[in-house]
Nanobody, 122 residues
Framework: QVQLVESGGGLVQAGGSLRLSCAAS????????MGWFRQVLGKEREFVAA????????YYADSVKGRFTISRDNAKNTVYLQMNSLKPEDTAVYYC???????????????WGKGTLVTVSS
């Protein structure tokens, strides 16, 4: 099964930027839609952004529209999340995964990795 490793998280001041990376090993994910999710301790994981396998279509949660950009480089087997104008509310552990559309939202049928922590200070 494909292994996904998230990286790029860290501590940043409000208004700053970070770029997260999701690298896959074992199998290519070029044939799958990919997505980013985030989770705060004690709360359920929430959808952030998704990108189709062709990269033609992208989708974002209302809370990040206009600030975050999801992209992918299938040749490098990597998905990115560019995060600009970060807010303290964006603080969370961020995860990537293969995604499928479920109703009006998104979900993953695969196991989750360790994620990468993003902390935005006020």
């Amino acid at each position: 099964q494909v292994q996904l490793v998230e990286s790029g998280g860290g501590l940043v001041q409000a208004g700053g930027s970070l770029r997260l990376s999701c690298a896959a090993s074992g199998r290519t994910f070029s044939g799958y839609a990919m997505g980013w999710f985030r989770q705060v301790l004690g709360k359920e994981r929430e959808f952030v952004a998704a990108i189709s396998r062709s990269a033609v279509n992208t989708y974002y949660a209302d809370s990040v529209k206009g600030r975050f950009t999801i992209s992918r480089d299938n040749a490098k087997n990597t998905v990115y999340l560019q995060m600009n104008s970060l807010k303290p509310e964006d603080t969370a552990v961020y995860y990537c995964n293969v995604v499928t559309q479920v109703g009006s939202g998104w979900s993953s049928m695969r196991d989750w990795g360790k994620g990468t922590l993003v902390t935005v200070s006020s």
